[in-house]
């Protein structure tokens, strides 16, 4: 599966950290016997927790953004800290979404906006695109957008087999101005979730899948450059580099390699269980964050 060799930024951190870290203990023996304890406590935790190799996670579970994986690990972290939703609070944000004929039967694919599909600049000079964004208290704000690499390419392609999502946590005001140049016509994305459809835990909004009331989440995936956006669907996840403004970014192509794939599984959770170990890391992430320091 071409997604799981060249794969998100997930599978490979950690072989870049464990190479720094290599590096480190070469030059300093200090070092080194410190995290030869270090390691020791890990694999005493690792072993408690019934995980049969932590070196089998850093070396399947790896890559070159660094600070990607810091983040990664923070946020799911973070989501061990998150409360249940009240479900009275679901209940309110809870949608009805109508299939298009076609894909009556055609999985789902939920996208998120911002540092996914695109990066809104604070300064408009530095953007492709200049828009102007309408405001509920009737003022005008001109910002600035610039699009992922193949994100466009990505959307079309996906929207061939799948039927397509964007759930943000954006304004609807902002939002529809962006998925217009995204999608002018109408004819990729079916629907668009926005903030108002989050669950707020907190003043932490996150996309609970269960507000999409008639889709089984079997057949739904989620991807977002913030892990802890689908906190309660973690199975349903698909973690993205965060982008801003690297024009030879090709996540995207790797994405649709891989989502490419899913498409006539039974259960589309149990690929991403398989490819990402979010659960596993999860079940670890206190380990891994003690790991990541040295
Ligand atoms: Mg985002």
């Given at each position: 599966m071409p997604y799981k060799q060249t794969s998100i930024q997930v599978r490979r951190s950690v072989r870049i950290l464990d190479k720094q870290i290599t590096r480190r203990t070469l030059k300093n023996s200090r070092a080194q016997s410190f995290l030869e304890k270090k390691n020791k406590q890990i694999s005493a935790k690792i072993t408690t927790t019934s995980v049969p190799n932590f070196n089998d996670i850093v070396t399947q579970v790896s890559h070159v953004n660094k600070e990607y994986f810091s983040q990664l690990l923070l946020s799911l972290r973070f989501i061990k800290t998150i409360k249940p939703v009240d479900h009275m609070q679901l209940a309110s944000k809870s949608v009805h979404l109508k299939r298009r004929i076609l894909y009556e039967n055609a999985k789902t694919l939920i996208f998120d906006l911002d540092e996914t599909l695109v990066h809104c600049c604070e300064?408009?000079?530095?953007?492709?695109r200049i828009i102007n964004i309408h405001l509920p208290t009737g003022e005008s704000l001109e910002v600035g957008i610039n699009i992922r690499p193949y994100a466009i390419e990505c959307l079309t392609t996906l929207s061939k087999k799948y039927e397509i999502i964007v759930f943000t946590a954006s304004h609807k005001c902002y939002a529809d101005v962006v998925l217009d140049i995204l999608d002018p016509n109408h004819e990729i994305i079916h629907h668009r979730l926005y903030r108002e459809n989050c669950v707020n835990i907190d003043g932490v909004f996150i996309?609970?899948?269960?507000?999409?009331?008639?889709?089984?989440l079997e057949n739904v995936v989620i991807i977002d450059n913030s892990a802890y956006c689908f906190a309660y669907q973690l199975d349903n996840g698909v973690p993205i580099v965060s982008w801003n403004?690297?024009?030879?970014?090709t996540e995207l192509v790797n994405l649709t390699h891989y989502l490419s794939?899913?498409?006539?599984?039974?259960?589309?959770r149990v690929s991403n269980r398989d490819t990402f170990r979010l659960a596993l890391l999860s079940d670890n992430i206190e380990a891994l964050l003690a790991y990541r320091r040295y």
């Amino acid at each position: 599966m071409p997604y799981k060799q060249t794969s998100i930024q997930v599978r490979r951190s950690v072989r870049i950290l464990d190479k720094q870290i290599t590096r480190r203990t070469l030059k300093n023996s200090r070092a080194q016997s410190f995290l030869e304890k270090k390691n020791k406590q890990i694999s005493a935790k690792i072993t408690t927790t019934s995980v049969p190799n932590f070196n089998d996670i850093v070396t399947q579970v790896s890559h070159v953004n660094k600070e990607y994986f810091s983040q990664l690990l923070l946020s799911l972290r973070f989501i061990k800290t998150i409360k249940p939703v009240d479900h009275m609070q679901l209940a309110s944000k809870s949608v009805h979404l109508k299939r298009r004929i076609l894909y009556e039967n055609a999985k789902t694919l939920i996208f998120d906006l911002d540092e996914t599909l695109v990066h809104c600049c604070e300064n408009p000079k530095d953007a492709e695109r200049i828009i102007n964004i309408h405001l509920p208290t009737g003022e005008s704000l001109e910002v600035g957008i610039n699009i992922r690499p193949y994100a466009i390419e990505c959307l079309t392609t996906l929207s061939k087999k799948y039927e397509i999502i964007v759930f943000t946590a954006s304004h609807k005001c902002y939002a529809d101005v962006v998925l217009d140049i995204l999608d002018p016509n109408h004819e990729i994305i079916h629907h668009r979730l926005y903030r108002e459809n989050c669950v707020n835990i907190d003043g932490v909004f996150i996309k609970d899948l269960r507000v999409i009331t008639n889709r089984c989440l079997e057949n739904v995936v989620i991807i977002d450059n913030s892990a802890y956006c689908f906190a309660y669907q973690l199975d349903n996840g698909v973690p993205i580099v965060s982008w801003n403004d690297d024009k030879n970014d090709t996540e995207l192509v790797n994405l649709t390699h891989y989502l490419s794939s899913l498409c006539f599984l039974k259960d589309v959770r149990v690929s991403n269980r398989d490819t990402f170990r979010l659960a596993l890391l999860s079940d670890n992430i206190e380990a891994l964050l003690a790991y990541r320091r040295y």
